[in-house]
Nanobody, 115 residues
């Protein structure tokens, strides 16, 4: 059974930093991309950042230059370094892993940025 286990959320002041981690337990056949999505209250879930197995990345425009996604393929773990956090980054952050057949999701970790 595949599980995505997230950690690293919390409360931080504006301008601060947090690092999210997500480890995949179990085996995902031909795992390709891993990434982070977020959902703020009353809003739809949106892509934050994604990284493929070859290291290609893409970011939401709102986080470019502030967030960095990285991946340890040997550990099936993805990280999201979040710097210069803003109150509008407040959301539940979800880890995602995908192959050609389906998406897998973590349970979410809450990030709250106070002004």
């Amino acid at each position: 059974q595949v599980q995505l286990v997230e950690s690293g959320g919390g409360l931080v002041q504006a301008g601060g930093s947090l690092r999210l981690s997500c480890a995949v337990s179990g085996t995902i056949f031909r795992l390709n991309s891993m990434g982070w999505y977020r959902q703020a209250p009353g809003k739809q879930r949106e892509l934050v950042a994604r990284i493929t197995s070859s290291g290609s990345t893409n970011y939401a425009d709102s986080v470019k230059g502030r967030f960095t996604i990285s991946r340890d393929n040997a550990k099936n773990t993805v990280y999201l370094q979040m710097d210069s956090l803003k109150p509008e980054d407040t959301a539940v952050y979800f880890c995602n892993a995908a192959n050609s057949m389906r998406d897998y999701w973590g349970q979410g970790t809450r990030v709250t940025v106070s002004s």
